[in-house]
C-alpha cells in the first residue's frame, strides 16, 4: 500500500505547563478532504504548524508525501498552505502581494500559476486595490489563491472560510472539491461542523490534544441519516414515504417533513415524491455530524 500524504505519528507539543497536543496519531491519504475537528482549545492549529514545519514537536513526527517535516524541506514547495488569518501588506494591491510573496521564495513569477489562482479569488479589477481596501472575505480569498500558486500536491488551510458570506463559503467548498478531484490531498481545520459534512470525505476529531476519533465521515455519523423537505402535500408525502424501503419515519415538521433514512439516498426519496406527483421545493441534510462530534467530545 502506498504511504499516506499525510501521516502524523504520536506528535506532541507543550507550551509551558499546557499539553497542547498529546500523542497524536492520524493519517490522510491521497485525495482525500479531510476536517481537523475539535473545540476551541483542542490544539488543531497547533497541529498543523507543526505539520508544515513552523512549530517544533517534542515528541514524535509528521510526514508529508513521505518526507519528515523539517524547516526548508523540498517536500514543502509542494504543499499549499493558509494558516490562521491570511496575512498581506496592506498599501500594495493584491496582485503585487502574491508577486512579492511568490518571488521571495526565489521563484519566477513566470513560473507560478496566475492564471488559476486569480480565477479561484475571484476579486476582478479588486486585485490592483490596495489590501487595505478589502473586507475579510476578499482577504481570506486572496490567501486561497496565495496558497494555489505553486500548483499544489497538498492544501493545509486553517479555518478557510473565516470571515465569509454565505456565497463566498459555498465558492470556497466548491473550490476545495475541485482540488480533490484533481488528484490533490486537503487538510483543513474547521469549527463549522456542517461545513465538514459537506466537503471532507473524512474527519480527525481532536479533544484537549488528544484523539478521539478518525474515519470518513459517513462512519463517524452512523449509517442513518435525516432530511428535512418542504412539499406540495405534507399528508401524501408522508404516507408515500413510510411505504418507501429504507425509511424508518416520516413525520410532520411545519411547514415540512422530516425523514429518517437507513440505507437510502436523499435522491431516491426526492424520486418518489415527484414520481408519486408530489413536487419537492427544499431538501436538507440535518446536520448530523454535530450530534456525533458531540458525542465524541462530550457537551459542556
Not at 284 to 294: N, V
Request: overall charge negative; glycine content about 10%.
Amino acid at each position: 500500500m502506498a504511504e499516506p500524504v499525510i501521516s502524523v505519528s504520536g506528535l506532541t507539543k507543550r507550551f509551558g505547563e499546557v499539553l497542547a497536543v498529546d500523542g497524536l496519531d492520524f493519517a490522510v491519504d491521497q485525495g482525500e478532504v479531510c476536517g481537523l475537528l475539535g473545540p476551541n482549545g483542542a490544539g488543531k492549529t497547533t497541529t498543523i504548524r507543526m505539520l508544515v514545519g513552523l512549530v517544533f514537536a517534542d515528541a514524535g513526527e509528521a510526514r508529508l508525501l513521505g518526507h519528515r517535516v523539517r524547516p526548508r524541506d523540498p517536500a514543502l514547495s509542494r504543499v499549499g498552505m493558509m494558516i490562521e488569518e491570511a496575512a498581506f501588506v496592506p498599501y500594495l494591491s493584491g496582485a503585487r502581494n502574491l508577486r512579492l510573496w511568490w518571488e521571495a521564495g526565489g521563484s519566477k513569477w513566470a513560473d507560478a500559476d496566475v492564471d488559476t489562482s486569480l480565477s479561484v479569488a475571484g476579486l476582478g479589477d479588486a486585485i490592483n486595490r490596495k489590501v487595505k481596501t478589502y473586507s475579510q472575505g476578499m482577504k481570506q480569498r486572496l490567501g486561497l489563491a496565495r496558497a494555489l500558486l505553486s500548483r499544489p500536491d497538498v492544501l493545509v488551510l486553517d479555518e478557510p472560510t473565516s470571515g465569509l458570506d454565505p456565497g463566498e463559503m459555498r465558492e470556497v467548498r466548491q473550490l476545495l472539491r475541485r482540488v480533490s478531484e484533481a488528484g490533490a490531498t486537503v487538510l483543513l481545520s474547521s469549527h463549522l461542523l456542517a461545513e465538514v459534512e459537506q466537503v471532507c470525505t473524512n474527519a480527525v476529531v481532536m479533544d484537549k490534544g488528544k484523539l478521539v476519533a478518525e474515519g470518513a465521515v459517513r462512519d463517524l455519523i452512523g449509517a442513518s441519516g435525516s432530511v428535512y423537505l418542504e412539499v406540495s402535500n405534507v399528508r401524501r408525502a408522508i404516507a408515500t414515504l413510510k411505504k418507501l424501503p429504507g425509511v424508518r419515519r416520516a413525520e410532520p415538521d411545519p411547514p415540512g417533513i422530516t425523514v429518517e433514512l437507513e440505507g437510502i439516498k436523499r435522491s431516491d426519496v426526492v424520486a418518489a415524491l415527484v414520481h408519486a406527483r408530489i413536487g419537492v421545493e427544499t431538501v436538507t441534510a440535518r446536520h448530523q455530524l454535530e450530534d456525533a462530534f458531540l458525542g465524541l467530545v462530550g457537551e459542556e
